[in-house]
Structures are given as structure tokens and as C-alpha cells.
């Protein structure tokens, strides 16, 4: 287990991984910067704000037991985000070439991402409990809805076709 009272920055010409459970009062910020190589976060506590870039075609994996508030992210594979406590929302732009999984584990949770997001393979959302809803702006980009569950409002923006 690690605990930072703070931000925290990782860059990494390799792959990112956790072991435990990282804590963070800060931001978050990770970084792959060679060898389309992959995120893998799925033991996170993170207070503040997450931001992820990934080299080439790497995905990226994040499992966050609070909110989850996406900074600037830039993905060049795939994004699977889970909460498990909370919703998700995002702060900063979120890029995603492949596809884009975003997913509440406790009910009545929100998915808000009302940035001006690219997101350009398919995107699936899944929300439980009776009230979950799910809003995404997709900006100017065609949007490929996924297979999803949203138990609440489903409010999709896109500056192209939306299709499923």
C-alpha cells in the first residue's frame, strides 16, 4: 500500500501498474512514453483529479475506489474506468482511439462527462440502481454507442452520426 499526501506524477518508458492500493490526495497523473505500452491502475484511492496518456496503441485500466475525475486524457488503445464508490466526471478532455468503457458499481450513480470529449470506437456505459444517468458531450466526433445498461437518463451529443 502507498499513501501520497499530494500529487502524484508517474512516467514511464514501460508499462504502469499498481501492486496495492494507491492512495492519493492529489492529482494523479500517468504517463507511458514508449513501447505502446499500457495503464494498468485498478487498486486506486484517488481524491483529486486523473489524467493518462498512453504511448502509441496502449490501453489504459483504472479502478478508483472514490469519484473519478478524468484531467486531460489521451489514450491511444482502449479505457476501461470503474468506480467503486461515486460517479464519474471529467475536468479535462478525454481522447480515446479505441474503445471506451465507463462503469458505476453503487447504485444511483452519475456518469457525467460534458467536456468536449473525443472519443472514437464504441463506448459503453453501465450504471445500476434506478437513477443512474449517463450525459456525454462527444464534440464533433461520430459516436458508436456500446453495448450498455444505464438505469437513469442517457443524454449523448455528438457533432456526427450516433450509431450502436
Known amino acids: ?7 502524484l506524477v508517474l512516467t514511464s518508458g514501460g508499462a504502469i501498474t499498481d501492486s496495492g492500493i494507491a492512495t492519493v490526495t492529489g492529482a494523479l497523473t ?6 505502446d505500452s499500457a495503464i494498468t491502475l485498478n487498486q486506486l484511492a484517488v481524491t ?9 496503441t496502449g490501453n489504459a ?3 478508483n475506489a472514490t469519484q473519478l475525475d478524468f484531467a486531460t486524457t489521451d489514450v491511444g ?4 474506468a ?3 464508490t461515486g460517479g464519474i466526471i471529467d475536468t479535462g ?3 480515446v482511439d479505441g474503445t471506451s468503457a465507463f462503469i458505476t458499481v453503487i447504485a444511483d450513480e452519475d456518469i457525467l462527462l460534458d467536456s468536449t470529449n473525443v472519443l472514437t470506437g464504441a463506448v459503453s456505459f453501465t450504471t445500476v440502481g434506478t437513477t443512474g444517468d449517463v450525459t456525454l458531450d462527444n464534440g464533433t466526433t461520430a459516436l458508436n454507442l ?3 445498461t444505464v438505469r437513469g437518463a442517457l443524454v449523448l451529443t455528438s457533432g456526427g452520426a450516433i450509431t450502436d
Do not use: F, Q
Open 82 to 84: 470503474t468506480v467503486t
Open 93 to 95: 478532455t478525454i481522447t
Open 61 to 63: 485500466t483504472l479502478i
Open 48 to 56: 483529486g483529479a486523473v489524467g493518462v496518456t498512453t504511448d502509441g
Open 77 to 80: 488503445g482502449d479505457l476501461s
Open 146 to 148: 456500446g453495448v450498455s
Open 30 to 35: 500517468a504517463t507511458t512514453n514508449a513501447g
Open 1 to 7: 500500500m502507498s499513501s501520497v499526501r499530494g500529487a
